[in-house]
Nanobody
Framework: QAQLMESGGGSVQAGGSLRLSCLSS??????MAWFRQIPGKEREGVAT????????DYDASVKGRFTISLDKAKKTLYLQMNSLKSDDTAMYYC???????????????????WGQGTQVTVSS
């Protein structure tokens, strides 16, 4: 089971940018993703990447503003977040090792391994 460690969260004003990182203790899995969660709400998928082909998928709310990427040599997953909005405020988690579902933003997609999360706060 991979240990995943996120970093890069923080507080930023609306319109600003942040880059989240997720370091994996093991080799990169075929499908990895970023999720986010607001207290009292279900965790939602933000972006996925199929590492074998570099196919990427995004939730409609972040498409065009966020970019998921991967550095296999560094075993690190990234999420570049631009044009941040107050609605982006959440705890962000990276995930690996698919248990079920397709590697795209889909309610059937489930992962085994999760990081501890990094908080992103966007003030308007």
């Amino acid at each position: 089971q991979a240990q995943l460690m996120e970093s890069g969260g923080g507080s930023v004003q609306a319109g600003g940018s942040l880059r989240l990182s997720c370091l994996s203790s093991q080799e990169i899995y075929s499908c990895m993703a970023w999720f986010r969660q607001i207290p009292g709400k279900e965790r939602e998928g933000v972006a996925t990447i199929w590492t074998r082909s570099d196919n990427r998928d995004y939730d409609a709310s972040v498409k065009g503003r966020f970019t998921i990427s991967l550095d296999k040599a560094k075993k690190t997953l990234y999420l570049q977040m631009n044009s941040l909005k107050s609605d982006d405020t959440a705890m962000y988690y990276c995930a690996a090792f698919v248990l079920s579902g397709p590697c795209r933003i889909d309610p059937r997609l489930a992962f085994r391994d999760w990081g501890q999360g990094t908080q992103v706060t966007v003030s308007s």
